[in-house]
Nanobody
Framework: QVHLVESGGELVQAGGSLKLSCVAS????????MGWYRQAPGKQHEWVAVITSGGHTNYADSVKGRFTISRDNAQNTVYLQMNSLKPEDTAVYYC??????WGQGTQVTVSS
């Protein structure tokens, strides 16, 4: 059974940075593409970024140039480095293995 656990979310001021982590277990992590999504209050899930097993990345326009997704296959971990945070980045952030498995989410709150 695949298990994903996110961490790293907290309250930060606008313009600040955070690095989220997602540790995977119960899966061959290195063979998977991994994604980050977010859900703001009252809104639907929004795709944020993806990284393939080969390390190729892609980003939503809303975060391009500010967020960086990366992975450490030895640690079964995918990261999301978030810089120049804006209040509109406030959301619960989830990682996903693009096969229907989700973590429990980590709250990011950006104050203005």
């Amino acid at each position: 059974q695949v298990h994903l656990v996110e961490s790293g979310g907290e309250l930060v001021q606008a313009g600040g940075s955070l690095k989220l982590s997602c540790v995977a277990s119960g899966t061959i992590f290195s063979a998977k593409s991994m994604g980050w999504y977010r859900q703001a209050p009252g809104k639907q899930h929004e795709w944020v970024a993806v990284i393939t097993s080969g390390g190729h990345t892609n980003y939503a326009d809303s975060v391009k140039g500010r967020f960086t997704i990366s992975r450490d296959n030895a640690q079964n971990t995918v990261y999301l480095q978030m810089n120049s945070l804006k209040p509109e980045d406030t959301a619960v952030y989830y990682c996903n293995d693009l096969e229907g498995n989700w973590g429990q989410g980590t709250q990011v709150t950006v104050s203005s």
